[in-house]
Structure formats: structure tokens, C-alpha cells
């Protein structure tokens, strides 16, 4: 597969489990997070699908199109690792959903990545909230659940927070 036909599949299959888990998410409190702003296409996803919900996104340096850029209020700068901590601070584990689509390009990276990034994100996850996320992660209370009619086995992992 190309790398233009992975990239669309990912993209496909993140939308596809993004519109799947709406109604779930309409009926939780808490807010959403978007860990990895990147270009914004997700973030303005998530504003479109849940319009008038705080929304807090995490990004390293923001270089997205200026129209996808959240409010200062609700953007965490900074490394992961440094930011997750300070949001949890600020919102508890609170979230309704928190999506994350942090990678390296490098499998290896990713999985030590995700050994960390799990436990991190179950800081901010409420109870009954869902974790939907490009890799594995491997945290207790989480319970992974089936990818929505059409999106392929390990292409996304989604996972609900007991």
C-alpha cells in the first residue's frame, strides 16, 4: 500500500470511528481532548461533530491552518509528557473522549511511546469516557471495543474508560 493510500485509510477509518461514537459522547458530560493538533483536520472534525463543547487540544508547536487553531484558553503547548500532567491539573479526569494520533513514523518508538502516553491520558479519562487512539495503549480500567462496521482490526484502537 502507498503511503498516500495508508495515509487515506488512517484518515478514513478516524473519521469513520469519530462519527460512530457521537451519540455515545452527546450523552457524557466532560469535555473532548484532541492530543496532536498537527494540520487541524481532526480538530475541526471534532468542532463540526460536537459544535459548542470545550474542546482542548495538545500540540508540541502549533503550525496548523490558521483556521483550525484552538483558542489560547484551550490549547496545551509544550511536549506530551509535560502538557498531560498540566491539563490534568486544570481538568481532572474529566473527558468525555480523548482522541490522540501521536507518532513517530518508527513502530519501535511508537510502542515505547504508548507505554507511557496511556497511563498519561488515563489522568484526564472519566469514568464511562472513550479513548480513541492511532496505536495500542494498555491501560487497566480500559476495555477495548470492536472498530465500528467497516474500519479494519488495529487500523484504530478505541477503548472505554471503566
Known amino acids: 500500500m502507498s503511503r498516500l493510500d495508508s495515509f487515506i485509510a488512517r484518515m478514513q477509518a478516524q473519521r469513520d470511528c469519530l462519527n460512530a461514537l457521537k451519540p455515545a459522547i452527546d ?29 482542548y487540544v495538545f500540540e508540541r508547536k502549533v503550525a496548523a491552518h490558521p483556521d483550525c487553531i484552538p483558542p489560547a484558553d484551550r490549547l496545551f503547548l509544550g ?8 491539563a490534568a491539573a486544570r481538568l481532572g479526569a474529566s473527558a468525555a473522549l480523548i482522541h490522540t494520533d501521536l507518532g513517530t513514523g518508527d513502530h519501535a518508538a511508537n510502542i515505547e511511546m504508548g507505554k507511557w502516553l496511556g497511563p498519561a491520558l488515563d489522568t484526564l479519562a472519566g469514568v464511562g469516557g472513550y ?23 488495529d487500523r484504530y484502537f478505541l477503548y472505554r474508560v471503566s
Open 131 to 153: 479513548i480513541l487512539a492511532n496505536q495500542p495503549l494498555d491501560v487497566a480500567r480500559w476495555r477495548r471495543l470492536p472498530q465500528p462496521a467497516g474500519v479494519p482490526r
Open 79 to 86: 511536549e506530551a509528557s509535560d502538557s498531560i500532567p498540566r
Open 27 to 55: 450523552a457524557l458530560p466532560g469535555p473532548i481532548l484532541e492530543v496532536g493538533l498537527g494540520n487541524g483536520r481532526t480538530y475541526d472534525h471534532l468542532r463540526d461533530l460536537f459544535p459548542g463543547r470545550e474542546i
